[in-house]
């Protein structure tokens, strides 16, 4: 069984390359990713801890507008090669959101304190573009999940959990650093 494994670890890579060679996978909804901000998250259960026993994560958004109510984000721990994907982020307008009914409303969570404390930025897109974009991002409101804690498991276990941004003057002091740095470096 464990040479089998094995065996096909080496083989499924190359298997797929010539497939895709051979005949192109259709990779629409991927190639429908039109927008890239980079942001912060924090467990909406640890909100109410002190900044420094919060678990503030810095996120890569990559974005598709499905439809004019709803933006859809697949969410990565970096944005170099290797990333993992770790989650989703959907997105609606602040009319969609007020028509949620109240039990929904709870899971979803304002951008403007996001966009106004400058933990949201489009890297890359030159400062008019991105003011316009996060003008229009800052009257959104996102439903958040991570379904892989990284930094503690090798894979994807548990339960989802439900993200929220972190609150503006409540970053934590790795958190500025990561603020500080992603303004020289954009790579993480």
Known sequence: MKSTVALLSCL????????????????????????????????KREVGLPPAKQSQLRVA?????????????VL??????????????????????????????KYWHPHDGEVDSGMLVLPGLPADQQKAVLATVRKTWGKTWHVWDYRQ???PFGEPRLMWPVAPGQQSETTRKAMQE???NPAF
């Open 12 to 43: 499924l890579p190359l298997l797929l390359a010539s497939a895709v060679r051979a005949e192109p996978q259709d990779l629409t909804p991927v190639r429908q990713i039109e927008m890239y901000l980079d942001g912060f998250h924090n467990y």
């Open 61 to 73: 958004h990559y974005c598709s507008h499905y439809s004019p109510e709803l933006i859809q984000c």
């Open 76 to 105: 990565y721990d970096g944005n170099g090669k290797g990333a993992r994907l770790i989650g989703v982020e959907y997105v609606v307008p602040e009319a969609v959101y007020r028509g949620l009914p109240a039990a929904e409303r």
């Open 153 to 155: 498991d090798k894979l």
């Open 182 to 184: 992603r303004a020289r």
